[in-house]
């Protein structure tokens, strides 16, 4: 088999699948046709449409776009059929139903940001670093009737340094699952569509399972009654995007909420958790073990400031607590 007679169909919506489809284009796999999200409405008023960022690509490559409302829309279902792809390559994309991820001759194999089994679910790159893990990766699989459980083809590891924050990982794994999409597709033609695999349940796995569900706003939400390392980790984890917001109480009791984007831990001892402290030129937020300094962060309705500015711009700070 040859890059020619691979037919592919991808499957992506935001930035971090288009890295992947460039490398696809750019060196010449034969990308028959591309399937992203409905465009989105945007602005004030709803009124104007806004494209994925693999749309936008796709479109500036000439490739042949589809955005079905439903994936098992047989309207749809029979015009992915018309491209006679004999395999798909998902990347950030949504669940699939089998009659479209069992439709190509050799499968659908889909690229996740984590080290399968570890981290099923729609955001492994947040949770990973929530949860202090020190590494993390990508792994190639092919779909199967369950969310990220089938059969592995390839994995990479990546490195997380205990100062790095969500768009540092990401901007790793985006550009490692590009390259792991690669050799796994060479794996393939090398193998005429049947790559050696491993069975999830083969792995040998030392720890329990951590899920990698979607984040919400009330997920974001920081407990102070943590120690502060866990905390130092969620704000690192949400960095910089959605962002953990805790509420910020004034000494009348006006609430305000208040995003917090980067964290230096301390040996300073704790006080009552969510207790404010400060000098001139540092912001600490009593944890249940140390106080957490506070480095860059955002009042609702203003800019993000470093801890100096919005010490100077806040009258008795350390009458003030966070919940």
């Given at each position: 088999m040859t890059k020619n007679e691979l037919r592919i169909i991808f499957m992506g919506t935001p930035e971090f699948a288009v890295e992947t489809l460039r490398a696809l284009v750019e060196n010449n796999y034969n990308v028959v046709a591309v399937v992203t999200q409905?465009?989105?409405?945007?602005?004030?008023?709803?009124?104007?449409?806004?494209?994925?960022?693999?749309?936008?690509?796709?479109?500036?490559?000439?490739?042949?776009?589809?955005?079905?409302?439903?994936?098992?829309?047989?309207?749809?279902?029979e015009q992915l059929r018309s491209y006679k792809a004999n395999l798909q390559v998902v990347v950030a994309f949504r669940m699939l139903p089998e009659v479209v991820w069992a439709m190509p001759e050799y499968g659908t194999f889909n690229v996740h940001a984590a080290l399968l089994p570890q981290y099923r679910g729609a955001a492994p790159i947040n949770w990973a670093v929530i949860n202090g893990e020190t590494e993390t990766g990508v792994t190639t699989f092919f779909l199967d009737h369950d969310i990220d459980t089938g059969r592995i083809i390839l994995k990479k590891h990546f490195p997380i340094p205990d100062d790095a924050d969500v768009e540092y990982v990401y901007d790793g794994l985006m550009h490692l699952g590009a390259k792991i999409c690669l050799e796994t597709l060479d794996a393939i033609i090398a193998t005429d569509g049947h790559p050696k695999t491993m069975s999830q349940e083969e792995l040998s796995i030392s720890e329990a399972l951590k899920p990698a569900p979607k984040i919400f706003k009330e997920t974001c939400e920081v407990n102070w009654k943590q120690p502060a390392k866990k905390v130092y980790d969620f704000v690192r984890g949400l960095s910089p995007y959605p962002g953990a917001w805790t509420t910020l109480v004034s000494p009348d009791g006006k609430e305000t909420v208040l995003k917090l984007f980067k964290a230096t831990k301390t040996t300073l001892s704790a006080t009552e958790p969510g207790h404010i402290s400060a000098d001139k030129r540092h912001l600490y937020i009593s944890c249940a073990d140390t106080l957490l300094q506070i480095d860059a962060l955002q009042l609702a309705g203003k800019k993000r400031m470093d801890a100096t500015s919005f010490i100077n711009g806040m009258k008795d700070i350390e009458k003030y607590f966070v919940r």
């Open positions: 409905p465009d989105k409405p945007v602005g004030r008023h709803q009124t104007e449409m806004q494209p994925s960022e693999v749309k936008k690509y796709a479109l500036e490559q000439g490739l042949p776009v589809l955005q079905p409302e439903k994936m098992k829309d047989p309207a749809f279902v």
